[in-house]
């Protein structure tokens, strides 16, 4: 060590900056007054821009946002707005054009996935949380010029050689039976410098989404990864295929559950398991069932009691009913209701009917379940269509997946690189 650099000051293995334990702020640091608006390479990020994002975000929360944690998500969304306005400008720079008709094309797009055809109806929500058109137009222009880029100056040098998907198959064959994970993730990306306040950042996510957030809203604001587009959703993935930090954590998840942030190299991850089911094994919630729907309903104001004796007479009834054929006619004759469908997939079923259902053999009923203001009701199996093994998937997908997997990481760093290329001023 140098004569002239004590082991006290000489640089941790943590701390690349070298700065001291202790030190003492030099001026005053409010929390409630932060920079609201920026202006990057001379393209002006106004107040307005900001607060129809977070509407976005905000509409997407089923709980009241304190004014705290509002602050946080604006200067969240700011940050995200600054690497948009990078894409969209690094994409001009490159003259790479997105059209107006592929943004409106994909605006309506999402329209109609959330209002059907009729797009007014999504300019007229967006108009009443407080954003606009505009504003999440101005989004689908930054994914899409992003992706225009990353095909353009990564992915023709993305390589991936035939010998490791055929290793990945080969894997993948051995891992028959074995579970996958269906995961939305969330990434934010870190560096040594700003560790902690991005963890912070993750874990007031992760806050916001245990009270209600839509998770698919939150990973289109704020994930850094490719998958941001599609909500998050990373598909179906063995563990293998995961960093050990994340395979680790989804082993033990069920479906529906939410954990982190979880440290990996280079940031911090979010997941949300969406599903489960085993490799290249038949998934039984993939049947396709016929089902009748043996339902009765009950009087407004009808007392507890009568309404008791009713479900007993209603049970009686359904247990003595012999199979799909009589069904039609002992429902008439004890005042019940019945709706046929032969098209349901058993997954589609709420996950406390599902193996209730399928441990149905023809003929045979569910317990009866729900409540005296929606009715009580049986569902009776009348057909079942066992799925096919799957064979998995092909080469040209694994040899996609791969490639995918390294354009993301290319792409971290290549808006990283725009960052600190950036003129950024705050106003």
Same mark, same amino acid.
């Given at each position: 060590m140098p004569a002239n650099i004590s082991a006290q000051s000489a640089p941790a293995a943590d701390d690349p900056l070298g700065i001291p334990q202790n030190i003492t702020i030099m001026g005053h640091d409010d929390p409630n007054n932060r920079t609201a608006t920026a202006i990057v390479n001379g393209q002006v990020i106004t107040g307005t821009d900001i607060d129809q994002r977070v509407a976005l975000v905000v509409s997407a929360s089923q709980n009241e946002i304190s004014e705290e944690e509002m602050n946080r998500l604006r200067m969240q969304v700011l940050r995200n707005l600054i690497d948009e306005t990078l894409q969209i400008q690094e994409a001009k720079a490159q003259e790479i054009e997105v059209s107006q008709a592929e943004i409106d094309q994909t605006y309506a797009r999402v329209a109609s996935q959330n209002f059907g055809p009729d797009i007014e109806k999504m300019d007229a929500y967006l108009e009443s949380i407080g954003s606009s058109p505009a504003s999440l137009k101005r989004q689908i222009n930054g994914e899409l010029a992003w992706q225009q880029i990353l095909r353009r100056n990564i992915s023709?040098?993305?390589?991936?050689?035939?010998?490791?998907?055929? !290793?990945?198959?080969?894997?993948?064959? &051995?891992?028959?039976?074995? @579970?996958? #994970?269906?995961?939305?993730?969330?990434?934010?990306?870190?560096?040594?410098?700003?560790?902690?306040?991005?963890?912070?950042?993750?874990q007031r996510i992760v806050e916001q989404l245990r009270q209600g957030g839509s998770f698919v809203a939150y990973a289109r604001q704020f994930s850094e990864a490719s998958t941001a587009a599609t909500g998050g959703d990373l598909g179906f993935v063995r563990l293998a295929?995961?960093?050990?930090?994340?395979a680790t954590v989804a082993r033990e998840m069920q479906p529906g559950q939410l954990v982190g942030p979880i440290q990996i190299p280079g940031g911090y991850s979010i997941l949300y398991l969406?599903?489960?089911?085993?490799?290249?094994?038949?998934?039984?919630?993939?049947?396709?069932?016929?089902?009748?729907?043996?339902?009765?309903?009950?009087? !407004?104001?009808?007392?507890?009691?009568? &309404?008791?004796?009713?479900? @007993?007479? #209603?049970?009686t009834g359904v247990r003595a009913m012999r199979g799909c054929g009589d069904a039609e006619g002992a429902a008439q004759a004890i005042g019940a209701d019945i709706v046929t469908n032969d098209q349901i997939r058993a997954r589609s079923l709420p996950e406390q009917l599902q193996q209730l259902v399928l441990n149905l053999q023809l003929g045979q009923t569910t317990p009866p379940f729900g409540s005296i203001e929606d009715g009580v009701r049986v569902l009776m199996l009348c057909g079942r269509d066992d799925p096919q093994v799957e064979s998995?998937?092909?080469?040209?997908?694994?040899?996609?997946?791969?490639?995918?997997?390294?354009?993301?990481?290319?792409?971290?760093?290549y808006l990283r690189d725009l960052r600190n290329d950036a003129y950024i001023e705050y106003h």
């Open positions: 023709p040098f993305v390589n991936v050689s035939e010998e490791e998907v055929n !290793e990945l198959l080969k894997r993948l064959e &051995a891992s028959r039976g074995t @579970e996958e #994970f269906r995961l939305g993730e969330i990434y934010l990306s870190a560096t040594p410098e700003n560790q902690q306040a991005v963890a912070q950042n993750a295929q995961l960093p050990s930090e994340l969406i599903d489960k089911r085993q490799v290249l094994a038949a998934d039984p919630r993939d049947a396709i069932l016929s089902l009748k729907q043996i339902s009765i309903s009950f009087a !407004e104001g009808i007392s507890e009691a009568d &309404a008791a004796q009713k479900v @007993e007479a #209603f049970t998995g998937p092909d080469f040209d997908t694994l040899m996609g997946q791969l490639e995918d997997e390294r354009i993301n990481k290319r792409a971290q760093r």
